[in-house]
Nanobody
């Protein structure tokens, strides 16, 4: 089992940057595929990005490609999301999630039902 805690959210102007972190407890962090999701105000939660256990393979939703970078440091049990060129439509609560069933798979899960553990979320607000 893994406990996830996000941090790094806040208020930023359009075009600005933020880096989200997700600290994981437990000694098996490196065996999980990890992902970031977000829930904009009044909308459903949506996939943002995922990374394989090794950090080598990544996958992004089209709207963030070229602007966001997902990465992980298995030695520090931490997942990151570097967000650049932020837009007002990026405003949302951002969640990190861990998937044990796809931990060793080349497939990177993009649906929330494919993830087993979730953090509490961190608010990102981009002002226009």
């Amino acid at each position: 089992q893994v406990h996830l805690v996000e941090s790094g959210g806040g208020l930023v102007q359009t075009g600005g940057s933020l880096r989200l972190s997700c600290a994981a407890s437990g000694r098996t962090f490196s065996t999980y595929a990890m992902g970031w999701f977000r829930q904009p105000p009044g909308k459903e939660r949506e996939f943002v990005a995922a990374v394989r256990w090794s950090g080598v393979s990544t996958y992004y939703t089209d709207s963030v490609k070229g602007r966001f970078t997902i990465s992980r440091d298995n030695a520090k049990n931490t997942l990151y999301l570097q967000m650049n060129s932020l837009k007002p439509e990026d405003t949302a609560v951002y969640y990190c999630a861990a998937s044990s069933r796809y931990g060793s798979s080349w497939y990177l899960p993009s649906m929330d039902v494919q993830y087993d553990y979730w953090g509490q979320g961190t608010q990102v607000t981009v002002s226009s």
